[in-house]
């Protein structure tokens, strides 16, 4: 049987990223691009992590993160705080101005459900992110046949 998960994955994760980009353009919102907002969404979640805990989140690569957060930095929307229990790790906090886009941001997130979902059931819905579950547990376990 052919098969072409990973192919659609792929597009459907390039595609999305350039609407996102659009949709936050028309929205007149140049804070921060589609990947940047992956960084602040966890952060909104929980404030103060560390570089490794956001990578792990984001599932960004360290040094892809570290340039990423070197231009947030610059930008306004972060700033490196020591860590209290480690002196060898920086923790990532949001700034004002970080904060005060969490709302611009859910409702761009939400424009996008609609868009991903159109015409989807609730039980498509759940079907199809279980299933996809599925497929990320399978990548993340790491067991190749």
Do not use: C
Not at 114 to 141: A, C, H, M, P
């Amino acid at each position: 049987m052919e098969t072409k998960g990973g192919y659609l994955i792929s597009r459907i994760k390039q595609v999305g990223a350039r609407l996102f980009d659009r949709m936050l353009a028309e929205a007149d919102i140049d804070a921060f691009n589609g990947a940047q907002g992956r960084i602040l969404y966890v952060l909104w979640q929980e404030d103060g992590v560390t570089i490794s805990t956001l990578s792990s989140k984001t599932s960004l690569a360290n040094t892809t993160l570290t340039s990423m957060l070197d231009r947030m930095e610059a930008g306004g929307l972060i700033h490196r705080a020591p860590s209290p229990t480690d002196r060898r790790a920086s923790l990532i906090r949001l700034t004002d101005k970080a904060r005060s886009l969490q709302d611009d941001y859910d409702r761009i997130s939400r424009q996008m459900n609609e868009q991903y979902y159109k015409g989807f059931s609730d039980d498509e819905i759940r079907t199809l992110e279980s299933l996809l579950q599925r497929v990320l547990s399978n990548l993340e376990g790491g067991n190749a046949p």
